[in-house]
Antibody, heavy 121, light 111 residues
Framework: QVQLVQSGAEVKKPGASVKVSCKAS????????MHWVRQAPGQGLEWMGTINPSGGSTSYAQKFQGRVTMTRDTSTTTVYMELSSLRSEDTAVYYC??????????????WGQGTTVTVSS | QSVLTQPPSASGTPGQRVTISCSGSSSNIGSNTVNWYQQLPGTAPKLLIYSNYQRPSGVPDRFSGSKSGTSASLAISGLQSEDEADYYCAAWDDSLNGSWVFGGGTKLTVL
């Protein structure tokens, strides 16, 4: 079955960076784009960006441009999301979510379990 | 402030039918399809409806979606206690460089 397994919770200080991983299994890794979505405590969902696991091209939300980097490793079917210059407002649960097809306009169908990132001094 | 507008809350009694609205604009719902997600407390979102009204396998037919112009709706019939959750609509937005946008979420309470 399609499964996305994310790395564990992180606690970071303001100004630091965090890198979250998302290991995919149960489907052809390079045939589906992957989104990253975050959810601050008690808040709604926010799209951060998307990566094409085949070629590695990315599309980032304007809000995160310059601070976020999404990469992939096809040998381990894993995608990564790194967020730098962390501030307290980045405290959130970060989700990877498979796109339902090969393209940016395909929405999220299968979601990872989420990774809690806490930014605190 | 979310790009897509949903009511913050909705409620119903078991067996009732409830609807949740999602209002957008010509750059998102007006020109692209809508997905709906269900998020049970403490869990990741789950795809409920895609392409306006399609249900993934395993989603009960009690859940249905529709779209008209720049608005979409999610209907839940035969309400059950396990339907108590947060519901989000989402769509691609063509403005600027394009982005995925979500509604602010609707908390459904089963009375």
């Amino acid at each position: 079955q399609v499964q996305l397994v994310q790395s564990g919770a992180e606690v970071k200080k303001p100004g630091a960076s965090v890198k979250v991983s998302c290991k995919a299994s149960g489907y052809s890794f390079t045939s589906y784009y992957m989104h990253w979505v975050r959810q601050a405590p008690g808040q709604g969902l926010e799209w951060m960006g998307t990566i094409n696991p085949s070629g590695g091209s990315t599309s980032y939300a304007q809000k995160f441009q310059g601070r976020v980097t999404m990469t992939r490793d096809t040998s381990t079917t894993t995608v990564y999301m790194e967020l730098s210059s962390l501030r307290s407002e980045d405290t959130a649960v970060y989700y990877c979510a498979r796109a339902s097809g090969f393209g940016l306009l395909y929405g999220m169908d299968v979601w990872g379990q989420g990774t809690t990132v806490t930014v605190s001094s | 402030q979310s790009v897509l507008t949903q009511p913050p809350s909705a409620s119903g009694t078991p067996g009732q039918r409830v609807t949740i609205s999602c209002s957008g604009s010509s750059s998102n719902i007006g020109s692209n399809t809508v997905n709906w997600y269900q998020q049970l407390p403490g869990t990741a979102p789950k795809l409920l409806i895609y392409s306006n009204y399609q249900r993934p396998s395993g989603v009960p037919d009690r859940f249905s979606g529709s779209k008209s112009g720049t608005s979409a709706s999610l209907a839940i019939s035969g309400l059950q206690s396990e339907d108590e959750a947060d519901y989000y609509c989402a769509a691609w937005d063509d403005s600027l460089n394009g982005s995925w946008v979500f509604g602010g979420g609707t908390k459904l309470t089963v009375l």
